[in-house]
């Protein structure tokens, strides 16, 4: 009988001795066997244009920018990004739209027969498959979004035309290292010579800087060798491209994630031409479910999946300058391997009461630990003002705050962050389990 999408799943998860396994000797000898058209030569040929994406924060977004302007122009793009919010499928997409169950299955069937006797894990085999697809899919154009770190990340087997790391901060602490420049080398370790190489972010990690120096990369850096200027109107430019529309996807990092997809854009401009009309569309037609995803507004109710302290520091920004409310009620639900102190101190002074989730994983954080955090970082407001109450899942917490916390006169706002764990059981809660593509 053939196997399902969920029974190659199930299996995978069990066919490896661990979860996270750094490096890529098992992934190159399984690519060599899977498309050996690709490695007839020393130097391997892929039929795409490649351009990996790391960072700490801003990869999602990044990717869904670019793909959203290259389908506008009318280039065939795929793209691979994880985790998945809702389906599998999400993760590997051509032309924005999730690939079917069995061109996933027929890809995994391919990649069983190429392995023979090499153990991968759970996401070397997607990571493999998402390749295959686009190979067998002909595409123009790929976008690969790292999964942890960069040097030793599966995504790296392959050589990208262009690589940017978005940002740096602390976290994977245990897999990457304690330190930002630590982390930053490890990300960098998609940069290739002789290939542009860009860095997302103004504060460019001295560790990064020496690499570029050191290999004489062809190195482009956000706020240094391009920039936008942003109009009062929320109109901006970037480069030739004038009076450009506010991105769809909201907060006002959005600009930053855009400058970098376009300095990208321009840099293959010669092979991909473009319009303005083109970004325009991008731009203005740009979706990502989970990232500052309003799905109400009477009371708000905002989505996202940060969960490390860069990113919650970029969501509270993000709720200052584009909401209006009086109140802030959070849903919370973390995993153990993120820093719960730094990420509740950025936004325990806006919250008004705090529901904290149990998540369905074995790497999630007990939600009592997670309420001893917060108890013990509220400083400025009383006990009586600032609620903290413990729930087994989204539902009941959701369930509470429409009892006891919806207000009616005043204007309020939810916020379900800290996890993708949390943002796909809210999701799925409210009755949006299937809009993914």
């Not at 169950?101 to 990649?111: E, N, S």
């Not at 391009?226 to 109109?235: P, V």
């Not at 917490?397 to 916390?405: G, L, S």
């Amino acid at each position: 009988m053939a196997k399902t999408l969920q029974h190659w799943l199930n299996w995978q998860e069990t066919l490896h001795p661990c979860e996270i396994d750094l490096g890529l000797q098992r992934v190159d000898r399984v690519i060599r066997q899977l498309l050996p058209e690709c490695y007839r030569s020393e130097q391997p040929a892929f039929p795409f244009t490649i351009i990996t994406i790391a960072g700490t924060n801003g990869k999602g977004s990044t990717v869904a920018l670019l793909e959203a302007i290259l389908c506008a122009a009318g280039y065939r793009v795929g793209s691979y990004t994880s985790p998945h919010i809702l389906h599998y499928n999400e993760r590997i997409k051509i032309n924005r739209t999730a690939v079917s169950d069995q061109i996933i299955c027929d890809a995994f069937a391919r990649i069983d027969q190429a392995r023979g006797d090499v153990s991968l894990s759970y996401f070397e085999f997607g990571t493999l498959a998402a390749i295959d697809i686009m190979v067998q899919q002909s595409c123009d154009i790929v976008l690969l979004e790292v999964g942890l770190g960069g040097r030793l990340d599966a995504v790296n087997v392959i050589d990208p035309d262009i690589a940017l790391v978005t940002t740096v901060d602390l976290d994977h602490q245990d897999w990457l290292g304690n330190d930002r420049n630590t982390i930053a080398l490890e990300k960098a370790g998609i940069y290739r010579q002789n290939k542009p190489a860009l860095y997302g972010d103004s504060d460019c990690p001295d560790s990064i800087k020496t690499r570029v120096s050191a290999q004489d990369l062809s190195f482009y850096q956000f706020s240094v060798d391009y920039h936008y200027s942003l109009h009062k109107d929320g109109l901006w430019d970037w480069g030739c491209y004038t009076a450009l529309p506010e991105p769809a996807l909201k907060g006002k990092v959005q600009y930053q994630n855009a400058a970098n997809v376009l300095m990208v854009l321009d840099l293959i401009k010669e092979q991909f031409p473009l319009t303005q009309k083109d970004i325009e569309y991008g731009l203005q037609n740009v979706r990502l479910p989970g990232r500052f995803q309003i799905i109400s507004r009477d009371p708000f109710i905002v989505l996202d999946v940060a969960h490390n302290e860069q990113a919650v520091k970029i969501l509270k920004q993000s709720l200052e300058q584009s909401l209006v409310f009086d109140r802030l009620h959070v849903i919370i639900g973390m995993l153990n391997d993120k820093d719960c102190e730094k990420v509740i101190s950025v936004l325990e002074p806006l919250v008004n009461s705090w529901r904290v989730i149990e998540l369905d994983s074995p790497r999630a954080k007990p939600a009592g630990e997670i309420a001893d955090i917060i108890s013990n970082k509220r400083s400025h407001k009383s006990v009586k003002q600032q609620t903290i109450n413990i729930f087994i899942n989204f539902q009941q917490a959701f369930d509470d705050y429409k009892k006891n916390d919806l207000s009616i006169a005043g204007k309020d706002c939810l916020l379900v962050f800290g996890s993708f764990y949390a943002v796909t059981d809210a999701l799925q809660t409210l009755g949006y389990s299937k809009t993914y593509e």
